[in-house]
């Protein structure tokens, strides 16, 4: 693989997971630099499925994380992608 992205989108994540619970599952993968949960944790709207941005210190960890696909956590199967973060325009 020629991406050499920190990052992974996991979606379909059941709307009552946690970002401990993500951080929890995806620790052990490697380490965390950064995990942002759509809708957060407090929101005040009705969720029906979150995404998961991950960001890991080591792009290794983004390879061996897509084997988690398919791995139901809590009632769904997560769907692990990498994710090529945008460059801001100057």
């Known amino acids: 693989m020629s991406s050499n992205t920190q990052v992974i989108q ?6 009552s997971t946690t970002s401990e619970q993500m951080r929890t ?15 957060p944790d407090d929101s005040p709207l009705p969720v029906t499925s979150r995404v998961c941005f ?9 390879g061996v994380s897509q084997h988690l ?8 199967a997560l769907i692990v992608v990498p994710f090529a ?6």
Not at 10 to 15: E, H, L
Not at 25 to 39: A, Y
Not at 85 to 90: C, G
């Open 10 to 15: 996991v979606t379909n994540v059941s709307p």
């Open 25 to 39: 599952l995806f620790g052990f993968l490697g380490t965390i630099e950064e995990l942002k949960l759509f809708p």
């Open 85 to 90: 973060e945008a460059k801001q325009p100057a």
């Open 54 to 62: 991950v960001k890991f210190n080591e792009p290794e960890s983004v």
């Open 69 to 76: 696909t398919n791995t139901v956590f809590v009632d769904r």
